[in-house]
């Protein structure tokens, strides 16, 4: 009964190519997120969906495209990729309300990418 | 100027001593400071937050927000080694879905 689950748990592919990150929780919650995370253990936003709509677009090379078929799920596909990629890509969802309290982020357990 | 700094340390200690952990920010209007706990190879976890400022205890962790100052600190007393990971802070403005984080300060505690 994992609350959000990210596939595959590592990823190592060459330079060049194009891969994808999938991430599913089943809280019932409205947002979803890509964080990276880099070898000194900054946690980075990318992108955010609420109710499947984009609301936060961070600075992030173009190759990098987020795409949320449901509430549920919010995919990462990375195209042509680079060594500065290789990097813990965390997916994470909370439950909020505009103008509400906090959001507890609820985080996966991180897709390994190593790019070769 | 990163607008969250946090001392990546590392921070070794010896168990049962009392760990001070920090962050500073520039953005004042932060009003949510919350703390995450991250083990290695896992994602990071909620410990514990705060509104606005003022302290708030939970068992062995206090968090303690000084927005005059915009300093925010976790306490853990009696260090356990089972409290080494490391520990992001993270803030966030009212009504707003983006949560800044610091860069995390790693947290060895020596049995």
């Known amino acids: 009964d994992t609350a959000v689950s990210q596939t595959p748990k590592y990823l190592v592919t060459q330079m060049g190519n194009d891969k994808s990150i999938k991430c599913e929780q089943n809280?019932?919650?409205?947002?979803m997120y890509w964080y990276k995370q880099d070898s000194k253990k900054f946690l980075k936003i990318m992108f955010s969906y609420n109710n499947k709509e984009l609301i936060i677009n961070e600075t992030v090379p173009n190759r990098f495209s987020p795409k949320s078929p449901d509430k549920a799920h919010l995919n990462l596909h990375i195209n042509s990729l680079e060594l500065g990629d290789s990097a813990v890509y965390f997916c994470?969802?909370?439950?909020?309300?505009?103008?509400?309290?906090?959001?507890?982020?609820?985080f996966g357990p991180g897709t390994r990418l190593t790019v070769l | 100027q990163k607008e969250v700094e946090q001392d990546p340390g590392p921070l070794s200690v010896p168990e049962g001593a009392i760990v001070s952990l920090n962050c500073t920010y520039s953005n004042s209007a932060f009003q949510y400071f919350m703390w995450y706990r991250q083990y290695s190879r896992k994602g990071p976890e909620l410990l514990m937050y705060?509104?606005?400022?003022g302290n708030k205890e939970d068992g062995r962790f206090t968090a303690q927000v000084d927005k005059s100052s915009k300093y925010i600190s976790l306490f853990i007393r009696d260090s356990q080694p089972s409290d080494s990971a490391t520990y992001l802070c993270a803030m966030s403005v009212p009504g707003g879905f983006k949560t800044i984080f610091g860069a995390g300060t790693r947290l060895f505690v020596k049995a």
């Open positions: 994470a969802s909370s439950q909020d309300l505009p103008g509400s309290s906090y959001n507890e982020q609820f």
């Open positions: 809280l019932g919650h409205d947002t």
């Open positions: 705060t509104y606005s400022s």
